[in-house]
């Protein structure tokens, strides 16, 4: 059994999401607790669980951020994610992993380990 883990989010009057990521909850059944301060009414539009890895895909002008904070490798299909878009990774210097950060094309899938993330920068319009 997973321990009660307590995660905290502010709300406002805009919409916005939150997320929480739960690395080592087991599968099966799981109870979900909210708790809110004060005499505000709050209106809950969606919830959602996925019993999945937390991959985040960040799409900017110039480039796509990858990253994998869970605990085990996950792989990417960058093709899938930004269709007719051509990545490549960022030229990085002798202290940034210059073998990771080659400069060099990225198209296809890629996979992260565990814990990191990848900054590709857009090639071409």
């Known amino acids: 059994m997973t321990p009660p883990q307590r995660f905290m989010t502010f709300v406002g009057r805009e919409d916005f999401a939150s997320a929480f990521y739960f690395p080592d909850a087991g599968a099966g059944e799981a109870d979900v607790e909210f708790s809110i301060e004060g005499a505000e009414a709050v209106l809950i539009s969606a919830v959602t669980a996925h019993a999945h890895a937390d991959a985040i895909v960040r799409e900017f002008d110039r480039g796509l951020v990858l990253a994998n ?3 085990r490798p996950y792989e990417f299909d960058v093709a899938a994610l ?5 990545f490549r990774r960022i030229q990085g210097s002798a202290l940034q992993d210059p073998k990771t950060n080659d400069g ?3 198209a296809g899938k890629v996979t992260l380990g565990p814990k ?3 900054f590709l920068v857009r090639d071409g319009p």
């Open 104 to 106: 060099s094309a990225v």
């Open 82 to 86: 930004a269709p007719g878009g051509k």
């Open 69 to 71: 904070p869970s605990a």
């Open 116 to 118: 990191d993330a990848l």
